[in-house]
């Protein structure tokens, strides 16, 4: 027992060089937040200045107009309308998503049919046409029908590209499950909703919460074709941000708001830290 803690001990030391090596990783990936948090505290900041001259504090009480981050906790900025906005979208569209899907991928792993290779091919699509195709197409038509610059129309079109992806996870799940413990329940009596609420439900769940975040995630992250179906009339903070940047310039109030769209994915990153392991898609929610 000795000898297999010591060398498990040894096991987990890094070398150097693999040390060297993840932190330049984490630099790689966490490197381009320095600047963008220090932006959002400055007032001027010229090259080939390493730290802004003037920062946010000194001309808080100096400036008529609120600045940085006192803009954008302000309503002049909407970054609140914009952040009610990007969670309702996000979470009507996860819950859409997850009827569809839900049936779907169990039909798709468990059952052979012709034209099955041609139907998830074609589902893919929406992940390989532009975006702006997409949007122009759908605006014409959402033009029409009334949709343009509502709450539905956004909704229909983020569920184009978040489809897809629930899709593509559910069905690994499903494929993963197997059918063993549904066909012993049905042995041991079980009707088809107490299967599908007691074993299926149950061994799907953390599968089902990975993919209902991810697909949150991505709809909080749709830009283009909110941009193209909202009509500027549905504010959501991608567009927000890129209505901040569009002129080329990243001043505090900017750099601000896009450490404010980063919440939602940091945050959905340290729920699914806990979902998307193995030992939860083993063991599931019950340890």
Same mark, same amino acid.
């Given at each position: ?8 001990? $040894? ?15 984490? %630099? ?5 937040f ?6 959002? @505290?400055? @007032? ?5 200045d ?21 803009y ?59 975006? *702006? ?38 069905? *690994? ?54 941009? @193209? ?12 941000? @890129? ?11 900017a750099? %601000? ?5 980063t ?6 990153? $340290? ?17």
């Amino acid at each position: 027992m000795a000898k297999r803690t010591i060398r498990t001990a $040894l096991n987990s030391r890094l070398s150097a060089f693999q040390k060297i090596y993840l932190l330049l990783i984490a %630099g790689f990936i966490l490197g381009p937040f320095i600047p963008l948090i220090i932006q959002s @505290f400055a @007032f001027r900041w010229a090259w080939p200045d390493m730290l802004p001259s003037t920062w946010w504090l000194e001309q808080r009480d100096k400036s008529i107009l609120p600045l940085a981050w006192d803009y954008v906790i302000s309503p002049y900025s909407r970054v609140w309308e914009a952040t009610l906005n990007t969670l309702f979208i996000g979470s009507v569209v996860t819950v859409i998503c997850l009827a569809i899907c839900l049936p779907a991928a169990r039909v798709l792993a468990r059952e052979k049919f012709r034209g099955k290779a041609a139907f998830e091919f074609f589902l893919s699509m929406p992940l390989i046409v532009p975006e *702006a195709a997409i949007g122009i197409a759908l605006l014409m038509i959402f033009i029409r029908l009334g949709l343009a610059g509502t709450y539905t129309g956004i909704i229909i079109v983020h569920l184009i590209p978040t489809i897809p992806y629930m899709i593509r996870m559910l069905t *690994a799940v499903y494929q993963g499950l197997g059918r063993d413990f549904e066909e012993q329940a049905m042995i041991l009596g079980a009707n088809r909703w107490q299967i599908m609420r007691l074993v299926t439900l149950p061994m799907l769940l953390p599968g089902v919460v990975a993919g209902a975040l991810f697909t949150f995630l991505v709809s909080t992250n749709i830009f283009l074709l909110t941009f @193209f179906l909202g009509q500027g009339k549905i504010i959501t903070l991608p567009t927000l941000l @890129f209505s901040k940047i569009s002129g080329g310039t990243l001043d505090a109030s900017a750099a %601000g708001i896009t450490l404010v769209v980063t919440v939602p994915g940091i945050v959905l990153l $340290l729920i699914t830290e806990r979902f998307i392991k193995e030992e939860a898609f083993g063991k599931g929610f019950g340890n």
